[in-house]
C-alpha cells in the first residue's frame, strides 16, 4: 500500500485547510485509515481514523473542528480542517492500517506541513 497525501500550507487562525490521502496498491486489504501528526519537538499523535464501514473517530483536541471522511470509490481519506489555530502547526501524516488473522501493518505517507498563522 501507497499513501499519497497533499493540501497543507499556511492558512490564517481561524482558517480552513482541507487535506487528502489517496491510497494505492492493495487497497483491497485497507481495514482503516486515518492521520496523526507531529508539531516540532512533539510527540506525534493521532488525529482521528475512518475505519471499515464508515465510522470515524477524532481526537478530543480536534473534535468539533476537523472532519474526517472517505471515498471508497478513490480509496482516500479526508480532513477538513475548521477553525485553525497555531497549535495546529505540524506535519500531518495518513497512515492506513492493514488489519488481519495474519498480520497487523501500518502504512504511512510522506507527510504534508500545515502552518497556522497567528
Known amino acids: 500500500v501507497q499513501l499519497q497525501a497533499s493540501g497543507g500550507g499556511l492558512a490564517q487562525t481561524g482558517g480552513s485547510l482541507r487535506l487528502s490521502c489517496v491510497a494505492s496498491g492493495d487497497v483491497a486489504s485497507i481495514t482503516s485509515m486515518g492521520w496523526y501528526r507531529q508539531s516540532p519537538g512533539k510527540e506525534r499523535e493521532w488525529v482521528g481514523n475512518?475505519?471499515?464501514?464508515?465510522?470515524?473517530n477524532s481526537a478530543n483536541s480536534v473534535k468539533g473542528r476537523f472532519t474526517i471522511s472517505g471515498d471508497n470509490t478513490k480509496s482516500a481519506v479526508y480532513l477538513q480542517m475548521d477553525s485553525l489555530n497555531p497549535e495546529d502547526t505540524a506535519v500531518y501524516y495518513c497512515r492506513a492500517d492493514v488489519t488481519s488473522v495474519e498480520h497487523s501493518l501500518i502504512y504511512w505517507g510522506q507527510g504534508t506541513l500545515v502552518t497556522v498563522s497567528s
Open positions: 475512518l475505519l471499515q464501514g464508515g465510522k470515524t
